[in-house]
């Protein structure tokens, strides 16, 4: 269900927020804000584990299909989202996870704090008064850590989740070195990354995963590298990154 390691990315941010980091469990987050939340956040994040367990518990099937999976509509929040997510992008409902977490904790940051940006291996809930760039990782590819999405600063909150099929731990029936997916929901962005990541094996099949990503409700934008090669698609504004020390910034 959950994956924890080192996450030396981290360590590669800028910018004047607070950081912070939360682990329960499993749940490994890193966030940056105005405030220091870090008590108010591990009591969110234990609610809401304790809801998503408390539902497969229920229902088992819920954590095991790999296809979209209906759910109670008496379901926690967390657990519709994850379905609502993995059903517009047809994948299954914990390919959301990472990025339904994230949003849910994000999102009630967003009540008592201007900025927040929270992490949650490598899928991000932001919202900035300040823009900020998020470097994409790509893991040997030669375009990693070279180019970075621009966030303008709004009052609406964005998703950019990343998907791989040679970085990581996270299930894919591709060899993406990155699906990265922007939307306005996290949970949408995770789900979608996965689906995009899903279908491609080689640089030949970069425009069909974009071609996914557009077919997607509620996504914006998505950035698919393999190898050298780099295909973009959407309402993305794609920066050089002037090192690939970067991982998110301030700009």
């Known amino acids: 269900m959950y994956y924890f390691e080192e996450r030396g990315y981290r360590k590669r941010v800028g910018g004047g927020l607070r950081s912070f980091r939360v682990t329960v469990g499993e749940t490994d987050l890193f966030i940056r804000a105005d405030k220091d939340l870090k008590g108010m956040v591990e009591g969110m994040v234990r609610k809401v584990r304790a809801e998503l367990e408390g539902y497969i518990a229920m229902d088992p ?3 095991l299909s790999l296809s979209p999976y209906p759910v109670s509509p008496f379901a926690p929040g967390i657990v519709r989202d994850m379905a ?15 990025g339904a977490i994230a949003e849910h904790i994000g999102r009630g940051l967003m009540e008592v704090c201007e900025d927040v940006i929270v992490e949650n291996g490598g899928d991000l809930f932001i919202r900035c008064s300040v823009p900020i760039v998020v470097a994409i990782l790509a893991g040997n590819s030669p375009i990693s850590g070279r180019i970075g999405i621009l966030v303008d600063p709004s009052d609406e909150p964005v998703g950019i989740c990343t998907s791989s099929g040679t970085v990581g731990h996270s299930l894919s029936f591709g060899k993406a070195d990155a699906a990265t997916v ?3 929901s996290a949970a949408i962005a995770d789900a979608a990354a996965t689906a995009v990541g899903n279908v491609v094996v080689d640089e030949g099949d970069i425009e069909a995963g974009l071609l996914l990503a557009s077919s997607i409700k509620g996504v914006r934008g998505a950035v698919v590298v393999k190898g050298g090669r780099v295909g973009i698609w959407g309402e993305l504004k794609l920066i050089p990154v002037s090192s690939p020390r970067s991982w998110f910034d301030s700009t």
């Open 61 to 63: 099937w819920f954590a």
């Open 84 to 98: 609502e997510a993995s059903a517009l992008a047809g994948v299954g409902p914990m390919a959301a996870v990472a």
């Open 182 to 184: 922007v939307s306005n």
